[in-house]
């Protein structure tokens, strides 16, 4: 078993290297860029990846007084010829926008100012430098000194590799990551038109025709329109995760995760790790989240039986399920209900949009979802429809997030059916079974199923709607009488209380017999004993459910 740490969080390519982290070898990345690259290099896959740590290895790779000591056994080593040419030989200037936001443009480009300040001090020798102008110096002191205006900060990267290239007699390699967060950002708040004009000058400056520039490699999330930022840079080379040339090298592979699970022990894992972390469909390669996996394997060591988690979930909000979730139609909660039911839907998908353009229409948003990683292309069948891509949900951690905003989706939703919750509140009030009944399926129907939800969900349901009354007192599961009761609700003035008892059928036809099962139940266990003594009167209800279909029986105890 290997003693080496597990890298959790951890994507600094020198410091995994230096203090004896685990590293899955990717070096070969290196010598299929070099060969295969074009000027300015765009590589976009979803979040939590490895697009950093791959930054990171390129500049240590890379950089002028790099330690090539960080790449001994590693694959590339091995190609001594790019090596020699390559290896230590380039300044290289490396940014990550990822914290590049704000509530408005100005708070946005301040926090870029910070960044670029914190940049230039890097290269603070070229201001002693007797090869770069007087000129270049006093941008170079302004960035540096976080006092830039705009104008200097749409420039900047050129001016810094401007100096860079007079200064070492050799051109720059420009290392961009997540470089569409400002544009994300921007057009959450209001300001997309103003950060989108920016980075047109900030990043046309860097690519376009640059003489100072020996090749560039950008990441993201998504692949933005050329419309949109990279007017006039006519040597963009994009590869996506539909792209098949490096579709190994970002996350791992089946092979990478056995080698993990091997060197730790963990061999029994493999099932769950492959069930929930797997699925993910680049180029043509099979791949699993590598934040997810380091993650559940670091549990593990900690924990032999501890459950698999939905990791991936946590390190985002999701903001772009809950947006697509809100433009649903009848169509669309079809569509998902097929997804999370483990089918797939055939959509067509563009990969090649502002983020003006995502809330525009639903097919849009069918892109995002694909393009993010909460959707992957079906690698069993292909579209039967020209120009679409069969879709599913990938795992079972990206199923349990869908389900998840679901519901909570669903909740908030049922806060704005007052009138309708009013009267369901009523009806069950007075043991008025039948009409409580009807308001139930109503608000079901509206919800999203998939097709194999257990007591636990409908428990979950049935408690989001009932908590919406401020003046009933809400337990669940609360221990009484011979056992736990599902729900026990009691007015806050004592004149009544309710214990409902929940069942699953598996078939409409179960529906009756399920809710008689359910009555019984609540009678045979005494559930109601405590609220006889304290409320005036007491409904129990037995309530079974079948997909999106219901039966509620009720009646009063004395």
């Known amino acids: 078993m290997t003693t080496k740490i597990l890298p959790v969080g951890i994507d600094d390519f020198p410091m995994i290297r230096e203090q004896n982290f685990y590293y899955l070898d990717k070096t070969k990345f290196i010598s299929e860029l070099i060969r295969t690259r074009g000027m300015v290099n765009l590589f976009t896959r979803p979040r939590r990846f490895g697009k950093t740590l791959i930054m990171s290895m390129l500049k240590s790779f890379f950089e002028i007084g790099a330690n090539p000591k960080l ?59 007797e090869l770069t102008s007087k000129k270049d110096k006093e941008r170079l002191e302004k960035i540096i000194q976080a006092e830039a205006d705009t104008v200097t900060l749409k420039y900047s990267l050129a001016t810094l590799m401007r100096m860079l290239h007079a200064h070492h007699g050799q051109k720059v390699i420009l290392l961009v ?92 894992a493999y099932g769950d790790i492959r069930d ?45 399920v809950r947006r697509f979730i809100d433009k649903a139609d009848k169509t669309t909660r079809s569509a998902i209900e097929r997804l999370v039911a483990g089918k797939a839907i055939e959509r067509p998908v563009t990969e090649n949009l502002t983020y003006a353009e995502i809330d ?25 429809i020209p120009g679409y891509t069969r879709l599913v949900i990938p795992n079972r951690e990206v199923r349990a997030i869908f389900i998840d905003k679901i519901q909570k989706w669903f909740q908030e939703r049922v806060g704005q059916s007052a009138g309708t919750m009013k009267e369901m509140y009523r009806a069950l009030a007075c043991g008025n079974a039948e009409r409580a009944e009807k308001l139930i399926s109503s608000q079901l129907r509206g919800t999203i199923s998939y097709y194999d939800q257990n007591e636990s969900f409908y428990h979950g349901f049935l408690v989001g709607l009932l908590s919406g009354n401020p003046t009933w007192d809400l337990k669940s599961n609360r221990e009484t009488g011979m056992g736990r009761s599902d729900i026990t609700l009691e007015d806050e003035d004592g ?47 037995g309530i079974a459910f079948s997909e999106k279909k219901c039966r509620l029986r009720g009646k009063r105890l004395k």
């Not at 998504?222 to 949109?228: D, F, Y």
């Not at 525009?360 to 579209?383: F, H, I, P, Q």
């Open 71 to 129: 790449f001994h056994g590693l694959a590339i080593e091995q190609d001594t010829e790019l090596c020699e040419s390559y290896q230590g030989k380039f300044p290289v200037v490396y940014l990550t926008l990822k914290g590049i936001e704000g509530q408005s443009h100005e708070e946005a480009l301040q926090n870029l100012c910070e960044m670029l300040s914190v940049t230039g001090q890097r290269y603070s020798y070229l201001l002693s430098s």
């Open 177 to 268: 990551d997540e470089y569409d967060v400002p544009l994300d950002k921007s057009n959450e708040n209001g300001y997309y038109d103003k950060m989108a004009a920016f980075l047109r000058s900030f990043f046309g400056e860097a690519f376009k025709t640059n003489p100072d520039l020996h090749f560039a490699v950008v990441t993201g999330c998504l692949r933005i329109s050329k419309e949109s930022i990279f007017t006039g840079v006519n040597n963009l080379k994009v590869d996506s995760i539909s792209d098949n040339r490096f579709d190994e090298y970002f996350g791992f592979t089946d092979k990478n995760v056995r080698a993990i699970l091997k060197d730790y022990e963990l061999d029994d």
């Open 276 to 320: 929930w972390y797997d699925g993910y469909y680049f180029g043509g390669a099979d791949m699993y989240c590598p934040w997810d996996v380091l993650n559940h394997c670091d549990k593990l060591l900690a924990n032999p039986y501890a459950a698999p988690e939905a990791y991936w979930n946590n390190t985002s909000s999701n903001a772009i």
């Open 360 to 384: 525009e229409s639903v097919d849009n948003l069918w892109s995002v979802l694909y393009l993010t990683g909460y959707l992957t292309r079906d690698r069993k069948r292909e579209a039967a």
């Open 495 to 541: 004149d009544f209380g309710i214990v409902i008892e929940i069942k699953r059928a598996k078939t409409a036809r179960e529906l009756d017999g399920k809710s008689e099962e359910a009555l019984r139940q609540i009678e045979e266990k005494r559930y109601a004993e405590e609220l006889l003594d304290e409320v005036d009167a007491v409904w129990i209800y």
